[in-house]
């Protein structure tokens, strides 16, 4: 019954994989995709950004891309009165210790990054090490001491590493020095953007010289103080089941949690809704998904009846 009421069809994602530094296996290890090689880092599961445009697998608007789809089928996405689509979501395998990082906020990424969007993420850990902890945040207490700290090489002061553990939720601010440590995986939410500056990379080599980083543009925009370790990182692992549970929102994005165990219903009632299946398999209004599948509901659906047992984290923005 559902199934004939829906307004429109689910939309499946191809995702495109990029081959890293740091990479490792776990994309094919744990989620069954073919990878193309042994360092792959990333699987960009939707994204409709120029490095990587994901493409529609099936039905009515099977080998589309989602940018092409943004711009000619807005309808489907409620319209929204943006240039691009706004969300990039990406499974991230880190074999190795990932650079430390900063990311622009709009404003300055506007100015300095020939109008790029700037970037705003968060991180759902799928998982880790049992004694893991990620670089979130820094030691400085002033502009001042930050640079000192940079300019002498201070990274172990400077440098904080948070304790984290499977199922942990953390948002990353535009300005927060950040970076994913080895052997984690995680399910990134993020602004559709790839602009990153690079703080500091532990003196490796790539192609025998040291990868660029950007120390000016990283001193420009980092946030002074720190937020809170605290504040930074929460537990979402004990959510009310069969339900679609609210766990974080800000301008950027709203991300859900949904728990499936035998049959949850709710209504997309949201410009769209950004799916991605991350442990199990069951059924969507009546099409099979299984853990490793992403997909967006579109705008309008209705009524969702999700059955199985499974693990998602859905995405969605503000009108």
Not at 117 to 143: F, M, Q, R
Not at 157 to 174: A, M, S, T
């Amino acid at each position: 019954m559902l199934k004939e009421e829906k307004a429109a069809e689910i939309l499946f994602l191809a995702p495109v994989f990029k081959q890293m530094l740091w990479g490792g296996s776990q994309l094919r290890d744990k989620f069954g995709y073919e990878i193309p090689g042994d360092d792959t880092g990333e699987c960009w599961a939707v994204s409709a950004h120029p490095n990587g445009d994901c493409t529609v697998k099936e039905g009515k608007y099977q080998g589309e891309t989602l940018s092409g789809l943004w711009e000619k089928h807005p309808e489907l996405f409620g319209g929204p009165g943006t240039d691009r689509f706004p969300l990039l979501v990406k499974i991230i395998d880190a074999k190795d210790d990932l650079s430390i990082q900063v990311h622009p906020n709009d404003g300055y990424a506007k100015i300095h990054e020939n109008g790029s969007l700037g970037k705003t993420e968060c991180w759902y850990i799928l998982d880790c090490p049992e004694d893991a902890s990620l670089v979130i945040g820094h030691n400085a207490g002033s502009k001042e001491e930050l640079e000192e700290m940079v300019h002498q090489g201070k990274w172990e002061e400077l440098i904080r590493q948070v304790p984290v553990k499977k199922g942990d939720f953390i948002q990353i601010d535009p300005g927060t020095v950040h970076a994913i440590k080895a052997d984690t995986l995680i399910l990134e939410t993020q602004q559709n953007s790839a602009i990153t500056y690079r703080l500091y990379d532990y003196g490796r080599l790539q192609n025998g010289k040291p990868r660029q980083l950007h120390i000016d543009k990283s001193l420009d925009v980092i946030t002074v103080p720190a937020k809170s370790a605290e504040d930074s990182v929460k537990s979402i692992s004990s959510l009310p089941e069969n339900q679609l549970n609210q766990i974080y929102t800000c301008e950027k994005y709203t991300v859900f949690k949904l728990d499936v165990d035998g049959t949850a219903t709710f209504r997309q009632g949201y410009p769209f809704l950004a799916a991605s299946v991350l442990e199990g398999e069951g059924r969507v209004n009546g099409d099979e998904v299984r853990k490793g599948d992403h997909f967006i509901l579109p705008c309008g659906y209705g009524e969702v009846e999700a059955q199985g047992n499974m693990s998602l984290i859905l995405s969605t923005v503000e009108k």
